[in-house]
């Protein structure tokens, strides 16, 4: 069957002429299809007459058009609807310029009528300068008397750091125990007199909190340590025993809860039972026995791990920290403080008259060598840090080594923790300071 578009003829251009007449009456496409095919003879589908319609027929209207010199239009209408695609992306362009002016015009006019604003806003008195002038004596001075928990741990006496092998980060031996000892015990007087500007002081606590010598649990500690372990304990007995004595004459009362770590364990195995057979254990006697003269001055020494002293009215609970797994985390040190509560409160059941089971409000530990501080809900978790700073250890395994440093902290029996400052210590390194360290032959002498 013939098709619309293969006519090139004259009998072509009257079937385009009668398209256009019909579709002028308004006549529906079918209808058009069916009279080009009963008058013309010709079948064509209707779509393809509606697109040629739109595209070129309406160019024709009812005229006659010369074969001849009819013109081929296509590309008129192809250019046509480039224009129309140019007409309408400039339109949105238009518009799209026009709102973006009308922003920039809006924050122009909101920008003047705040400067506006401002230049009319009536003007604020001038600030006066002041010199802070110290209260006199007894000036805002508190009335209740305040607790400074002072802990001492991680000594670590006996180890030998050899700067040399850590890069020059860390030295450290008993001629530096000493004059680091000597300094926190001065620098733990000067800031308690410093709080007594604000508040009376009458109480020092010093929680012992173990690895107080380096001991031989590890062969290389055995085979460089500057003493064995039974001259360690004394070296350190002897010298600890001097900065409780230096103390007791600032403070109206010191109490001493200590417990062992982990370095002075005298096996090589971590035990269980009889964990009190520990170096540290025997230190803090030896330390007691060196203070037994002094009124002032108590000691609790247990045999449990664990510890629960009292200071202004707050429950804390000391250990080493060796049973904390996981490095000393956020999560494993909460989840080491969410048993130790389930042990405590377990207790409590048991013994109901027993006061250790009454649970606890805060938390101090060593072992981790840094300071540090966590809010366990009912008070402060505390870690101390170390009079060693960091050793071939940390500096091998690219642990963070922190500086020689202790915390010092205050206590209200009324608020509870009040907070804390720290103490460094290797700045006594230069300093020709230190206790007596010489030990006589006979120790009684």
């Known amino acids: 069957m013939t098709s619309l578009f293969d006519l090139k003829d004259e009998r072509m251009m009257k079937v385009r002429k009668r398209i256009v007449e019909m579709r002028e009456q308004e006549k529906g496409w079918t209808e058009i299809r069916d009279e080009v095919l009963k008058d013309f003879g010709i079948g064509v589908h209707r779509s393809t007459i509606q697109r040629w319609h739109d595209s070129t027929g309406y160019l024709q209207k009812s005229v006659d058009i010369d074969p001849s010199t009819a013109k081929d239009v296509s590309e008129d209408v192809v250019q046509d609807l480039k224009t129309y695609k140019l007409k309408a992306e400039r339109d949105n362009y238009k518009a799209k310029y026009e709102t973006l002016l009308g922003k920039q015009a809006s924050s122009e006019v909101f920008t003047k009528v705040f400067h506006d604003a401002i230049k009319l806003a009536v ?13 006199s004596s007894g000036v805002h001075r508190g009335e209740t008397p305040q607790s400074v928990v002072a802990p001492l741990t991680d000594t670590h006496v006996g180890d030998r750091v050899d700067p040399d092998q850590t890069y020059g980060l860390s030295q450290y031996d008993i001629e530096l125990f000493n ?24 109480e020092l606590v010093i929680p012992m909190l173990g690895d107080m010598i380096s001991g031989d649990i590890h062969e290389e500690l055995a085979r460089t340590n500057e003493e064995n372990c ?3 304990m004394m070296n350190g007995a002897y010298l600890i025993a ?21 370095h002075g364990r ?8 009889e964990k009190y057979m520990d170096w540290d254990y025997m230190m803090y006697q030896w330390v007691a026995a060196f203070c037994r003269d002094l009124p002032n001055v108590s000691f609790e020494i247990p045999k449990s791990f664990m510890h629960i002293f009292e200071v202004a009215n707050q429950r804390v609970l000391i250990m080493h920290g060796d049973s904390i797994a996981g490095g000393g985390g956020l999560n494993s040190i909460t989840s080491a403080i969410t048993k130790l509560r389930s042990v405590v409160q377990y207790g409590d059941r048991l013994v109901e008259s027993d006061t250790r089971f009454t649970g606890f409000d805060a938390v101090m530990i060593g072992h981790f060598h840094r300071i540090d501080e966590y809010d366990i809900g009912t008070g402060p978790l505390l870690i101390n ?15 963070v080594a922190t500086a020689p440093k202790h915390l010092i902290s205050y206590w209200h029996p009324d608020i509870g923790y009040l907070g804390k400052e720290i103490i460094y210590l290797d700045k006594y390194d230069s300093q020709d300071v230190g206790f007596h360290d010489v030990i006589p032959e006979i120790w009684s002498s």
């Not at 604020?124 to 802070?132: F, G, M, N, T």
């Not at 005298?266 to 039972?273: G, H, L, N, V």
């Open 385 to 399: 840090g170390t009079l060693k700073g960091g050793d071939e250890y940390t500096t091998s395994r690219l642990h």
């Open 266 to 273: 005298m096996t090589r195995k971590i035990p269980s039972k």
């Open 230 to 232: 039974m001259m360690q």
């Open 179 to 202: 004059k680091r000892l000597y300094g926190w015990t001065y620098q733990v007087i000067n800031l308690s007199n410093l709080r007594r500007n604000i508040a009376p002081i009458k």
């Open 242 to 262: 001097q900065s409780v004595r230096e103390l007791s004459s600032h403070f109206p009362q010191i109490r001493v809860p200590a417990v062992v770590g982990n």
């Open 123 to 135: 003007a604020l008195p001038p600030i006066e300068s002041s010199v802070y002038s110290p209260p």
